[in-house]
């Protein structure tokens, strides 16, 4: 057997296993996007009634303490701050722990909300970095602001968490802020079940181009920047199909850090965030999974598809190339730090679907499918895999790509409709296209540079420029 | 079939599929913001019609019902689903009318009652409870039983329509077999109902609290510490039973009822308070320091218990009853947890004081 032969067997068979590949992680973005409209119905349906009562009257609601960890967030801090203490939530507090900031996050803070430092320490040793000052608003006794050394963003929201003396607390992200009743919102499930519930997530939407005036989303617009546009749509498909499937699959391992609601006490009792991971979000809830399952108890991890944060996305490919590299080793990081989970019936369906799942569709799907970028078309070259089938597979996969966007648009229009004009739904149904051309490609690069950096044990997180909201970019 | 055949057909089979998809996204798209657009452009004329007609003494509902348009429809049916719950009396009256006429009849309400599916019957009994329909409620009080949200719906009807069956039934309906905890609806629910008359419960829960879930016994123990009148201390002594349960939740629960009922010198005496300060969960110190702080004025117990609290939360809230009851100085050779803990209280009085 000729050098030739071996590269034509090797090539023949790894277009084999791309096409196999193909069909399996296929099938599995399909049950969950089809999964999701089947729950998306039934959430409109259920959204048809209200518990006749006022809940803001009822003294059963849970307390809840927003933790909102800021490093170098000068140009958006303000007002986020303004959305998150604007909030319809009878009993809440903000506490935003300013992370060793070497901006004026932490000037702005005190300027806008005329803040006073405690003359003491915390009541208790709080597992972070050394805290400078704990400072309270004269002018809204719900704002707590800790002034801490630089730890990251785990260790910042430690410091909320083990301070807080309310039932549940909610991470959000400084660059994002939420709508008015988004708490009320992403607490039902809490309301419901609150035997049961120990984690909710919200919808994370894209705020770039929308126009934001003290803290409040006036004008939802799409932006024109096809970076963005991607994004958008990426978020679209990973919220409205993706994360209500997996949730209805009891198989929600993600909870975005941008907005999560999360029971303080066992949160506490797992050890709190995770300083030494890269995406401390989803090891938190992989945590969490973990230790329920161990412990035999019953619970409900959900995603909440109507409440809505905004958030800022990268503009441009370097910012976005070191986020999404970031996610990527975060990943893999967390699947290796909870690698006996993976297949272990013991860990029920987290163990046997949700991270054989995240493990071979989301962690390798990428890495697959770039290899597949360079080996098919050579074995096509070769004249290994027949023209039309290689032309019809191409066409099919880009065909299934979209069929999933366009669906999670249809699910957007047809339910919660932030997007309201047409010409912004024609525009995503058009970047669900152009996303197949070079961006998808461009992101398997960025996502194998991601697994060799994970492979390397490079932990950096990198920084974000922050353009800031319109009221405070000025005229 | 070849693999070729197979990949081919597939690919025409979903590009249908995916023009199909993007088609009917654009059309719905289109056709909704023609609506919402017509909701906005109506909804300030419908709601102005609304409240001139509420004015007069015969609104004409049934001919105004008539001419309105689909999209106009809604937005009545909205505006009278918000204002319902908000007004009383005479135009309370008018506005159920107006509901009536707007197709929500007693037979209407009685089919989706009877109904299988959850949220047409959930629908149904939430707008049961802001109109008066007695034979519609008979007809949930038969049917709504199976399944907990549709019981805990079924009560609140009950209450919201004054129904006297809701002291007997409706504790019943929420409570059930005691196995499933309520929603915090349910919970509302409950303690709306027995807030001034909670014998009932009382009665049912000194005779079944061992045989409740947990977590229910914690509900029912929840709803009780906000009761404030009619509870004899008599009928509170099983409560005391609770505070050897096994269960921290319980335990604690249990201590937060009996704080509330204080006043009765028996019941106090009835609580080992002082053992309580030494109970292995935080969770029940938590409860206890507050508890002896509220029952006693010598504060020598909690100043040598706080000494050696290992919980934060728990030395955090001693430290706080002894502010509160003033005692301001700190203990003498106190471990570091215990100053910084104090340290913090003193400020978050200054700032109370600042603040009044």
């Keep these: ?475 | 079939m070849e693999a070729i055949t197979l990949v081919v057909w597939a690919t025409i089979g979903l590009g249908s599929v995916v023009l199909l998809v993007g088609t009917a996204t654009l059309v719905v798209s289109v056709r909704k913001q023609r609506k919402a657009h017509h909701v906005e452009v109506v909804k300030p004329v419908i709601t102005a019609e609304l409240a001139s007609r509420l004015d007069e003494d015969d609104p004409s509902w049934n001919d105004w019902v008539e001419e309105l348009s689909p999209p106009e429809w809604s937005a009545v049916r909205e505006t009278g689903k918000r204002l319902l719950p908000q007004i009383h009396g005479g135009e309370r009256t008018k506005l159920q009318q107006l509901v009536y006429a707007l197709g929500f009849t007693p037979e209407r309400l009685r089919n989706d009652l009877e109904s299988d599916n959850l949220y047409l019957t959930l629908r149904a009994l939430s707008w049961l409870a802001l109109l008066e329909y007695p034979s519609a409620v008979d007809t949930a009080l038969r049917t709504c039983t199976w399944n907990q949200s549709v019981r805990t719906a079924t009560a609140r009807v009950l209450f919201e329509n004054d129904d006297p069956r809701a002291k007997r039934t409706g504790v019943d309906l929420l409570l059930w077999e005691g196995r499933e905890p309520l929603s915090i609806f349910g919970l509302d629910t409950l303690y709306r109902i027995v807030i001034r008359k909670p014998e009932y419960l009382l009665s049912i829960a000194n005779e079944k609290h061992g045989e409740w879930e947990d977590a229910v016994l914690i509900q029912v123990l929840t709803v009780l510490q906000h009761c404030q009148s009619g509870v004899s201390p008599s009928s509170l002594t099983w409560i005391l039973f609770c505070l050897d349960h096994e269960s921290p939740e319980v335990r604690a629960a249990a201590l937060s009822t009996l704080a509330e009922y204080g006043w009765n010198q028996q019941l106090r005496d009835a609580v080992e308070i002082e053992d309580l300060l030494t109970d292995p969960s935080p969770k029940v110190r938590r409860i206890a320091y507050d508890v002896y702080g509220r029952w006693n004025t010598n504060l020598e117990r909690v100043v040598t218990a706080v000494q050696d609290e290992p919980d934060d939360l728990a030395r955090l809230v001693g430290v706080r009853v002894l502010h509160t009851q003033g005692r301001q100085k700190r203990p003498a050779n106190s471990p570091e947890a215990l100053e910084r803990t104090w340290r913090w209280v003193e400020a978050e009085h200054t700032a109370v004081l600042e603040d009044a």
């Design chain 1, 1 to 475: 057997m000729t050098a030739i032969d071996l590269l034509a067997g090797f090539l023949f068979g790894f277009s084999v296993f791309v096409v196999a590949y193909f069909v399996v992680a296929n099938t599995a973005y399909l049950v969950i996007h089809l999964t999701a409209l089947v729950e998306l119905r039934r959430l409109i349906n259920k959204r048809t009634f209200e518990s006749t009562y006022q809940r803001f009257g009822s003294p059963f609601l849970p307390g809840i303490a927003i933790v909102v960890p800021a490093y170098n967030e000068a140009p958006v801090i303000v007002s986020s701050v303004q959305s998150f203490l604007d909030l319809q939530y009878p009993d809440y507090e903000v506490i935003v722990v300013n992370d060793g900031s070497s901006d004026d996050t932490l000037d702005r803070l005190v300027d806008a909300f005329d803040l006073e430092a405690v003359p003491a320490s915390p009541p208790r040793e709080l597992p972070c970095e050394t805290v400078r000052d704990v400072y309270r608003s004269t002018e809204n006794r719900k704002l707590t602001v800790i002034d801490k050394e630089n730890g990251g963003k785990a260790d910042a929201l430690n410091a909320g968490v083990y301070l807080t003396e309310k039932q549940l607390f909610c991470a959000v992200d400084a660059d994002s802020v939420i709508e008015r009743d988004a708490l009320l919102s992403v607490a039902k499930p809490f309301l419901e079940y609150p035997e049961r519930t120990v984690a909710t997530g919200g919808v994370v939407r894209v705020a770039n181009s929308c126009s934001i005036t003290e803290g409040i989303v006036e004008e939802i617009r799409l932006s024109r920047n096809p970076l963005v546009g991607f994004q958008t749509m990426e978020y679209l498909r990973a919220f409205l199909s993706g994360r209500i499937g997996l949730s209805s699959l009891k198989s929600l391992m993600i909870i975005s850090g941008a907005f999560g609601l999360f029971d303080t006490r066992l949160v506490r009792e797992v050890g709190g965030y995770r300083s030494d991971t890269i995406t401390e979000d989803m090891e938190l809830v992989v945590r969490m999974h973990r230790y329920l399952n161990e412990c035999d108890q019953e619970y409900r991890l959900e995603f909440v598809p109507e409440p809505v944060i905004w958030t800022e996305v990268p503009e441009d490919r370097t910012a976005l190339s070191r986020q999404r590299r970031r996610w990527h080793r975060g990943l893999f990081q967390t699947l290796t730090m909870h690698r006996k989970m993976i297949g272990n019936p013991n860990y029920g369906v987290t163990g046997m679907f949700a991270l054989p799942f995240f493990m071979g569709v989301e962690g390798f799907g990428p890495l697959v499918e770039g290899l597949g970028y360079v080996i098919v078309p050579l074995a096509f070259v070769l004249g290994i895999v027949d023209t039309w089938f290689f032309i019809s597979f191409l066409l099919l996969a880009i065909l299934l790509s979209m069929f999933l966007s366009w669906l999670s648009v249809l699910s957007e229009v047809a339910s919660y409709r932030r997007y309201e004009r047409p010409q912004d739904v024609a525009l995503l149904l058009g970047y669900g296209i152009l996303e197949n051309i070079l961006y998808r490609q461009w992101k398997t690069i960025i996502l194998w540079r991601g697994f060799v950096e994970f492979l390397r044990g490079v932990d950096s997180w990198g920084a974000m420029e922050r353009k800031g909201f319109d009221d405070e970019n000025g005229p």
